[in-house]
């Protein structure tokens, strides 16, 4: 059977790491209903797009509904693809994503290709080490899952709590405007691992978000676009082809 050919067209945009929460930190709803009234286009979801949105655990359903049904009518109108990340996943067992394709994090990157060439698109958890691969696997077990929905009463607020004191110590720093002193050392590892892990043509393109770096990085042939922080930044990428190159350019909400 053929491989399906998946293509990035004109105009697409580019989210990541929003880390949106009803409760706490509402940074898509206005986003989303401004989308509803644009022309139909792609529209790529790159992880983490929820701060706690997983299948199977009902709370996090109820306290995100009104974004979720935002996002459901905005498949009827928009071509969506949607990349599990570490906050987010089990999203095909989440009924208002029938129209949207999910892509799990065992099957990233994913190989999406424009004019000639090629883009791979993931999250940006992968090709880490083995101890990160073993928790998302852990993570994902349905015992697991049961579990967390049994007890969610309790170990939901938890959850939440933590995570939104990552957010407020990562904000912190992004509001410095301060990448880590050896970022573009951390880039040319990650093109040096997606390059070990698959056989990627030169002058390829490897987009991620995870890493909150907002950076573009040129290195042995290939091109490094790493997403920028949504949730603290408002910004997104919308894509532009020039010279049979692709741009992504950064626009803010």
Known sequence: MAQEELRIQQGA?????SHHHSLYQNTL???????????RRQIFLMGDIFDFLVGGVQKALE????????????????????FEGNHDFLLSKIPYFKNI????????????????????LAHGDIFLNWHYALYVKIMRQPFLIKFLNF???????????????K??????????????????????????KYQKNLNIPAESYIIEGHFHWGKSVKFNQMNYIGLPFFACKKKYFVVEYA??????????F
């Open 29 to 39: 709803d206005s986003v989303f209903q401004n989308l509803l009234q644009s022309p």
């Open 101 to 120: 394709r999910c892509f799990p994090l065992e099957v990233q990157p994913i190989c999406f290709k424009f004019s000639e060439k090629q883009a791979y």
């Open 243 to 252: 010279n049979y190159c692709l741009s992504l350019i950064e626009k803010e």
């Open 63 to 82: 306290d995100n509904q009104t974004t979720l049904q935002l996002l459901e009518q905005l498949s009827k109108i928009h071509e969506i693809y949607y």
């Open 151 to 165: 007890l969610s009463f309790f170990l939901y607020q938890k959850i939440l709590s933590y995570s939104q004191k």
């Open 13 to 17: 945009i580019f989210i990541a790491d």
């Open 167 to 192: 957010i407020r110590f990562k904000k912190q720093n992004q509001d410095s405007n301060q990448l880590p002193l050896n970022s573009e050392e951390l880039v040319i590892s990650r093109i040096n």
